[in-house]
């Protein structure tokens, strides 16, 4: 069996970027703006400042993470082969964050502004992305289902 064409090939290796992507892509979104945010507010960051912000966004980041898998500790994430081309539109997501951060950067004095907007940002953007995957969870499953049956139906001829 000959392989597939180059383009075919290349457009799954394309898509598959995008899918692996798309999370991270949106989650340094989310971060980089939120401490371009803070810095607009407070100012260049000291060294102990940028690690409040990291140790929030870790706190963030566990915190849900933590509510995420709390019911079954042994579950474990699995990526999604599919490429979910909807997960690199992380608009809301993002813009949440920051004007979470921003809000926490504007109304907080002093440096417990730095953890929590770290806190804010991620755990907001965490719970946005949840619900995107959620409300576009049936139409990822369709998909792969139709995958799945084309795949199939190859096989089935090639028999």
Do not use: C
Not at 16 to 28: D, E, I, L, Q, R
Not at 29 to 50: D, F, K, N, S, Y
Not at 88 to 109: K, N, R, T
């Amino acid at each position: 069996m000959a392989p597939p064409p180059l383009r075919d090939r290349y457009r799954h290796g394309l898509r598959k970027a995008v899918g692996t992507s798309a999370g991270p892509y949106g989650y340094t979104l989310t971060v980089w703006t939120t401490g371009a945010v803070l810095i607009h507010a407070r100012g260049v960051p000291t060294t102990a400042e940028a690690l409040l912000f990291m140790f929030g966004a870790v706190i963030g980041f566990s915190v849900v993470g933590a509510l995420a898998f709390r019911s079954n500790p042994s579950v474990r994430a699995r990526s999604v082969s599919h490429p979910v081309l909807w997960g690199s539109f992380h608009f809301i997501p993002v813009a949440a964050s920051v004007g979470a951060a921003s809000l926490v950067a504007h109304f907080l004095e002093g440096s417990a502004a730095w953890p929590l907007a770290g806190f804010t940002a991620t755990a907001i953007y965490l719970t946005f992305v949840a619900a995107q995957i959620t409300f576009f969870e049936e139409q990822v499953f369709e998909d792969l289902e139709q995958e799945v049956e084309a795949v199939e139906h190859e096989v089935v001829e090639e028999l």
